[in-house]
């Protein structure tokens, strides 16, 4: 069997897909969640086809899993106005209620929300193409964020429970809601990565514009319910509509006071650009990233391509964190290959419900076709794809492909292809390494694979000024949540981890007072008689 025959036998006949992995049903969402209600729809709707392809006596065919509602700006300004009013210039109730009382409310949505597990999996697994198990782990860690940051803000709120004293005047010291946050996640982790900025963003006492991303909108649709049960009217708005049609209107009205999206810089740009206001707005934004791996002839060949395989092709190198370019030095650059191709032929390539598979379809139409763009780029500068089948696709699938050797005048240099080709560049010195980082308009992480501890340490001190993460013989990652995660130049604007997204969302705010008699009596019936949530000595256990 050739190998065009053996991509397209992964793909199966509808009746063949196993029930325990199928929805229930299609999912055809005619409603949205605005001020605190469950909206009717009756407008133009958005078809939402799987990157699972099917066989049809017709070949293969994307499969129909569901449609959502197409909006205009008008809804979205309803949505919007729905936000500032529940806000209400920090005067609602959702941004002046008790720490206490907000940990409990966000308790109670992710109760409700572990609920619809199961049917929120399948959406992520059957609207990206993400592996099944990598679908549940993404739920799982989700969960695991929401519940680390709630442990965070209870930290953050016992250390600001008492009165500081310095030269005669005392202050409490809490953190404040920033008003609206327009919040918008990217598809390759529409559940994890866009929940690690909403969730902040809400537990602080904000409210929220929600914009599913393109692919990974229906998995949001079983949550809207609990959205609008356990939190108070207007403070959760889910909208729906073509980006470049909603969005701009949204920040031209200057009533967005946070702006947080995880996707490509050109947009974010235009989009603070847009702000009548720019000095009240506040940016939380993880953008483009082209991270490199480098390896010296001192590395250990076999860690380095394990790692570099996991790094690179992980959801498909669907990742902002996937190592994008391989830089190998010259005098190892056979080895490194031919171990680097058997890697990669050894992973398992079908559908996402498959026990232990690698690869999977790509969920966005013109991807194969661009990722052949960049291939047939770089043979026509002297490279070549060099690995057996690499680059071959089926349907909606597209074998990996090591691309080598890979030079300046090449889209692979300097683009960031988002998809499973492996760009390796071959170096003789290490000083070519640091200038390319240097010139890169990236700055995200990068990896080095070196034993050499003289060497690593040369590296080390100029990256960490041209990158927010250097990895040690390991790829690039964004765990664990608690370490920070950012970047320079194009890749990102603010800090996000844990502890950080509850500052990003927030600010510090302080009651003062002079320490006598008269303030001393006032401040102690205040905190005694639990008048005022901000100032309080409650401990929060």
Request: proline residues 6%; aromatic residues 8%; glycine residues 6%.
């Amino acid at each position: 069997m050739d190998f065009n025959a053996t991509l397209n036998s992964i793909f199966v006949e509808e009746k063949d897909i196993p029930d325990e992995y199928r929805l229930p049903t299609q999912i055809h969402q005619r409603e949205y969640l605005s001020n605190g209600v469950m909206k009717t729809w009756d407008g133009p709707v958005h078809e939402v086809f799987s990157p699972v392809c099917v066989r049809t006596p017709d070949g293969l065919q994307r499969v129909l899993i569901g449609s959502y509602p197409v909006c205009t700006a008008a809804e979205a300004g309803e949505s919007l106005d729905a936000a500032v009013a529940a806000y209400n210039n920090g005067r609602g109730e959702w941004p002046t209620m008790s720490v206490a009382e907000r940990i409990q409310r966000v308790e109670k949505f992710t109760g409700m929300m572990i609920e619809e597990k199961e049917v929120i999996v399948k959406l992520i697994m059957w609207e990206i193409g993400k592996s099944y198990a990598d679908s549940a782990k993404e739920f799982d860690r989700t969960v695991e964020y929401i519940y680390a940051t709630i442990d965070s803000l209870k930290n953050l709120d016992r250390d600001s429970s008492r009165f500081e004293i310095v030269e005669g005047i005392a202050a409490q010291v809490r953190r404040s809601p920033l008003g609206v946050v327009l919040c918008m996640g990217p598809f390759n982790y529409p559940l994890n990565e866009t929940f690690t900025t909403l969730i902040p963003a809400l537990i602080m006492g904000n409210t929220i514009l929600f914009k599913p991303p393109k692919f990974g909108t229906l998995l949001h649709y079983p949550l809207q319910a609990a959205f609008r049960d356990c939190f108070p009217a207007g403070v959760v708005n889910v909208i729906y509509g073509r980006g470049n049609a909603i969005v701009p209107g949204l920040m031209q009205s200057g009533k967005i006071n946070v702006l947080t999206l995880i996707g490509s810089s050109k947009v974010a740009n235009e989009l603070k650009k847009s702000h009548p206001k720019v000095n009240r707005l506040r940016a939380v934004l993880g953008l483009d990233a082209k991270n490199a791996a480098i390896v010296t002839p001192h590395a250990d060949l076999s860690l380095a391509v394990k790692e570099i395989i996991t790094g690179s092709l992980s959801f498909n190198g669907q990742r902002c964190t996937a190592l994008k370019i391989v830089w190998v030095h010259r005098s190892i650059a056979d080895d490194f290959l031919k171990l680097l191709n058997e890697g990669i032929a050894a992973l398992k390539f079908g559908m996402p419900w498959e026990k232990g598979v690698a690869l999977t379809p790509l969920p966005e139409t013109n991807k194969i076709d661009y990722l052949n763009e960049c291939i047939a780029d770089a043979r026509g500068f002297g490279a070549d794809v060099v690995n057996v089948n690499g680059g071959m696709s089926e349907g909606s699938f597209f074998y990996p492909a090591v691309v080598y050797p890979v030079s300046k005048q090449m889209k692979l240099y300097d683009e960031e292809q988002f998809g499973p080709i492996v760009p390796v560049v071959p170096f003789d010195d290490l000083e070519e390494t640091i200038e390319y980082l240097i010139e890169s308009t990236h700055g995200q992480q990068v990896s080095i694979f070196s034993n050499n501890a003289e060497e690593v340490a040369s590296l080390i001190d100029p990256l960490v000024n041209q990158v927010s993460r250097v990895n040690i013989n390991s790829q690039c990652q964004r765990g664990p949540d608690v370490f920070p995660f950012t970047g320079r130049k194009d890749s990102a604007e603010g800090t996000l981890s844990v502890p950080d997204a509850i500052r990003a969302f927030s600010i510090r705010s302080l009651v003062a007072f002079k320490m006598n008699d008269a303030n001393k009596q006032l401040i102690n019936e205040i905190v005694h008689d639990d008048t005022s949530n901000f100032l309080s000595t409650k401990f929060i256990f």
